[in-house]
């Protein structure tokens, strides 16, 4: 039986070898896998430390920002509303982190009398539903699309028990036995919250594991190298940018026109499909993983003014 990462790697390689739609080009491939090398070879990497609402000297911010992602990737998707340039209220992934930030910030700002300590360890069952129903309101005033789903998966986190599954997990990497395998995490993703597991190509979960790696290093760059990339708007439309993946009619015609495409259709399905498969090759072919790849076409995204696919979906 294929792991969990396996099964996007399977589902991927099922379309692209009888796509319809998305076709991989394999000379533009490594073209780009040339650019991210000396990309890569030029460029200083630091980690991108905690977010501004989690305090570097907490004895508690590896659980905070567990949490902080957690919260932050149920909602990570969908800002765009009718039109890829059109975003109500200037919604983005941006913004919704300073709204996370700012849920952070006012449940946390008196922690002994909104938080309860528990011999080592705080109460984060019940941080983590203070911060989820601070976060729905704030997403409400903003009038952010889809809130009917954002709602809906921030529940799904409440109902989680972040004891009984974060929370060794986290025990053993503070005592210095590491954090585990990503496979791992992932697993108690898509078997604990039902929105992270409907998602076949696993972007949010993928990217919920990135996250944190981009922040302190966690896991480490082996494990993240069985990563494969998080298949959502913008990586896709950079690779079709850069030549590296082509669209034939009718699809070519819809994503100029931003005309919808269907979630779960198979043009939608070949899209993310030649995503992930093209930028695995890309990462072979540059010597490095698929999140330095990830990092290095969302860093150009704004270079490329053509609009990306326009599918109704909360996967991405």
């Known amino acids: 039986m294929s792991t969990v990462l ?3 790697q399977d589902l991927a390689g099922q379309f692209i070898s009888d796509s319809k739609f998305a076709f991989i080009d394999d000379e533009k491939i490594g073209e780009v896998a040339k650019d991210i090398k000396n990309w890569k070879d030029k460029t200083v990497d630091p980690l991108w430390g905690f977010p501004k ?6 004895p508690y911010k590896i659980e905070k920002l567990i949490l902080y992602e957690l919260i932050a990737n149920s909602v990570n998707y969908c800002y765009w509303y009718g039109r890829s340039d059109v975003r109500p209220n200037g919604a983005s992934a941006m913004k ?3 709204l996370l930030d700012a849920s952070f910030e006012e449940v946390l700002k008196d ?21 989820a129903r601070d976060f ?20 799904e986190v409440e109902n989680l028990d972040f004891d009984k599954t974060f929370l060794p997990l986290i ?4 005592n210095g036995k590491g954090c585990g395998e990503v496979e791992e995490w992932i697993e108690i993703l898509v078997q604990n919250i039902p929105g992270f597991a409907a998602d076949p190509f696993l972007k949010r979960a993928i ?3 990135m996250q944190l790696y981009r922040g302190t290093g966690f896991f480490g760059v082996e494990q993240i190298k069985g990563l494969p990339v998080p298949a959502d708007y913008q990586i896709p439309k950079m690779l079709r940018y850069l030549g590296c993946i082509v669209y034939i009619d009718p699809l070519n015609l819809y ?7 269907l979630e779960g259709s198979q043009m939608e399905c070949e899209i993310r499909a030649a995503t992930i498969v093209a930028c695995s090759m890309i990462a072979e072919e540059a010597n490095c993983t698929c999140e330095q790849v990830d990092s290095y076409l969302w860093s150009k995204r704004n270079e490329c003014k053509d609009p990306f696919h326009l599918c109704i979906t909360s996967n991405y």
């Not at 609402?53 to 907490?58: R, T």
């Not at 025990?171 to 503070?174: A, D, G, I, N």
């Not at 994503?255 to 495409?261: A, D, G, Q």
């Open 207 to 209: 990217l919920f594991v």
């Open 171 to 174: 025990e053993r990497y503070k």
């Open 136 to 155: 729905v309101k704030r997403l409400i005033l903003e009038r952010f699309p889809m809130l009917d789903r954002r709602i809906a998966h921030l529940k």
């Open 111 to 131: 922690e002994k009398e909104t938080l309860s300590y528990h011999g080592v360890y705080l109460d984060l069952q019940a941080t983590k539903n203070l911060i």
């Open 6 to 8: 396996e099964s996007v």
């Open 255 to 261: 994503v100029k026109k931003e005309v919808l495409i």
């Open 53 to 58: 609402c989690i305090k570097d000297k907490d």
């Open 96 to 98: 919704m982190y300073e």
